[in-house]
């Protein structure tokens, strides 16, 4: 069975602490994705995410050209490649969140997301299904 490394993704997009909201959600627009990393220097800080800028700048009457420090959650586990995708979800549902920073040795090396991870229990069932068949018809 795969596991999470296939499906985390490495191109991990991301603006620094001094960029505005308005540029955070102009990047997720112009490269339809759902998070975009808070980075300083070589360091992660967080990440923000569609749902952050629509609850927490937005629907909060804060401006679009604040900081999106912000907005940003600092607060979400970080997981490793070795984290299962049950594991992820329960980290999902817990955290309120559709995102996860993905470590290796110390370092964040990508993201995954509640899409990547649906994806991932699909293509497990769909192998599932197709070993079940194979076995029954003897082939």
Not at 76 to 83: A, E, G, M, Q, W
Not at 124 to 132: A, G, R
Request: aromatic letters at 4%; one cysteine or more.
């Amino acid at each position: 069975m795969p596991g999470i490394e296939r499906y985390v993704t490495r191109d991990l997009l991301g603006l620094p602490p001094s960029a505005s909201c308005r540029e955070a959600a102009r990047l997720m627009a112009d490269k339809r994705i759902g998070a975009v990393a808070v980075i300083e220097g070589v360091k992660t800080l967080g990440i923000v995410t569609e749902r952050d800028l629509v609850y927490g700048v937005l629907a909060a009457g804060e401006l679009c050209d604040a900081s999106i420090v912000t907005a940003m959650r600092k607060d979400l586990p970080v997981i490793t490649l070795s984290t299962t995708e049950a594991e992820c979800a329960d980290l999902m549902r817990v955290n309120f969140t559709r995102h996860l920073l993905v470590a290796e040795e110390g370092a964040v090396v990508g993201i995954i997301s509640m899409r990547d991870v649906i994806r991932l229990m699909l293509d497990e069932k769909q192998w599932l299904i197709d070993e079940l068949q194979i076995y029954i018809s003897g082939r």
